[in-house]
């Protein structure tokens, strides 16, 4: 199964030291080796990078460890193929633009029998259950918030904690979603978070024998939240998530959580409104 | 003002050659230092890299003429900032799904006062009038033709002629697009073309003093159409597109041409049905 990491800050952060050892599981000391990718949001926009190739010796891999990208917010991804082929269109993060953002998304699981009604208006471009879930989540999003301007984290995350634990419903579905403004991540079988703020640490990471002074690499105000499918660095204290639990990230800090208390029933929505609010413990 | 490049071919193609002559005037031979990109479109899925710094000697600018993406339809543009400010979201190529194929679009122009209506199915990141008139057409295009499965260029090609005539109403509207079936090219001012194929030459780079043995580099059966604002080879009989003209590329053959031989007339078709073909001479 593939692995995800994402990084949240409250400044525009490097994620190179991360990325070294994140990627290296991509074909040294892991098997995930089926292409990997990574998207950096820059308010509303995002720079994206995806590969068929090995993470841990692909050229534009080694780029990237190499060439230091700025941005608040930060989605990767290296893939061992599950469902669909090993190709381009396959790799994530996938990336979409919805009301004038670019959201991305990397998904560590598999879905089964995955097959919503799709309306159009998101469409996979590979033939991944993935990429078929995130399609679906943004057109069931659009469907709900017709208006132009975009609605707030504070708004659509209630949304996309009841379309996670419906699609939920199919299978494994540990993501990461950003549009830039916010990172919902949800868990469902293996995903970690860590804090890092002042006092910063010396960080060592597992899978390479590299250590990197945070304090030195960082200022006494920045903050940041790490998410990954396991630790990346050995001497943080990286928590699991629940099962079934959402939790959003802003500007470096948790700013909402939802995780069911039990199995959530399906309650028809007015438009705009959260349904499964009432099932779950925010 | 822009420049772009682009290139349809019948067989996966490497550009490094002729994107070393291009980007150098993105800051050395050329004023267009404000961003640039490429996309490579490898089946419905596209590679996708932009960047806000200068073409000519950006690190990702270097990644690319040094590591050969080889793709059957290539974009790529340098930017001189007219509208929007320099920033990642306004660089060029902007990319959309639609029907499930990525769609990319590199814009040479200026358009005044172009604000048409917009339906939010596709909305900007920046604030170009580039990106703009992109998510118009897609929006036009998603619009006219509701089923699911895409029509191909033959049906597009009269209706992307038609949204062209229109949208040059407001400016100066050279263009290429393309959803790696077909690439479509609108010369407006300025956009030249030539094609590739054996007996291959040796083509010398106008803006470096750089050969390439095109037929050490092909294979017979390799055929090729190069698509710029300016020749980007000295000894190739690059030829201008007539004003209004727009031609659609499969396979480095050009399959279709349209130019207005009057001032087109706007006539509101039924959906579906191209309706400004009778003022274009195909």
Redesign the interface.
Known sequence: MCQLFALNSNAPTEVTFAFTGFSARGGATGEHADGFGLAFH????C?????DGRASDA??AC?LRQ?AIRARTVLAHIRKATQGSV???NCHPFV??W????WSFCHNGDLKDFHPRMN???????DTDSERAFCFMLQEL?RRF?R?VAPGWQVLAPVVAELAADISRHGVFNFVLSDGQAMYAHGATRLHAVQRKHPFATAHLVDRDLALDLGAANGPHDRMVLVATEPLTRNEPWAPFAEGELRVFVDGEQVWQAAPKRLPVRVESARGAPAIASVLAA
């Open positions: 820059d308010g509303a926009a720079r994206h990078f995806v590969d050229a534009l780029f060439h190709q381009l269109s979409r633009e009301q004038g953002r670019h159009g208006s998101h469409l996979p471009v590979g659009r017709r132009r």
